[in-house]
């Protein structure tokens, strides 16, 4: 009885250790990947779709949209997003949205955060168009540019189905999108000073860097 204990637990320890190493290689879920793989480019804009009254599509069809531009009028800002997978149940519900990056030498191994709060800025703008949120995911997708570039030329252009890719997911929560929102308000529009960091790359991203100099940097 003992062994048999120890083997269903080394079955289960090994199971767990095989489930985490798929999401540190950027693997989705089963459901989640046949939902971003197999749907179809759509017919409609985006804002057609939004505005779709008599003759909506059957419940639970889903569409692809892609290089979509979304617009915020709550927190003012504007963006094209790469891919959003919608459907109707009533409302319109955001299924997924799609943020591809090409980095030229290595694929992180996990998303990097301003990448996810990109994806995420595209979702909260929808959903302050009445879209229906709530179990949005956010799918980055990391291509090195010379495996992109020989996907163009063999003219196939999904990153979700390649080998070569590694595709994250996260689960669209609009809180830490808005609270950094609000941080970025007191810098934009409330003359907010901007607080000392030792990192380069909220540097580069920083306004008052732009000159290649900047009065708050760490010393």
């Known amino acids: 009885m003992d062994d048999m204990l120890s083997l269903v637990f080394l079955v289960t320890f090994l199971a767990g250790l095989a489930a985490m ?78 943020e591809r990056k090409f980095p030229t030498r290595s694929i992180p191994d996990k998303a990097k955060p301003e990448d996810v709060f990109q994806a995420g800025l595209y979702a909260l703008a929808l959903m302050e168009k009445g879209v229906s949120c709530s179990s949005t995911l956010l799918a980055i997708v990391y291509c090195l540019q010379d495996d992109a570039r020989k996907c163009l030329d063999r003219n196939e252009v999904s990153c979700l189905g390649c080998d070569n890719s590694r595709v994250f997911q996260k689960k669209f929560k609009p809180k830490p999108i808005i609270k950094q929102l609000q941080k970025f308000d007191d810098y934009w529009y409330r003359d907010g000073k901007p607080r000392p960091t030792p990192e380069p790359s909220k540097c580069n991203a920083c306004p008052n860097g732009k000159n290649g100099t900047c009065n708050y940097s760490v010393a």
């Open 21 to 98: 190493a798929s999401w540190k290689n950027g693997g989705l879920l089963r459901a989640n990947s046949r939902l971003l793989r197999n749907v179809d480019q759509s017919d409609w804009t985006l804002r057609q779709f939004l505005n779709l009254n008599l003759s909506r599509p059957k419940a639970k069809e889903r569409f692809l949209f892609s290089e979509e531009s979304v617009v915020s009028v709550g927190y003012r800002y504007n963006g094209r997003l790469d891919g959003a997978i919608l459907h109707w149940e009533g409302v319109p519900i955001l299924d997924a949205i799609i």
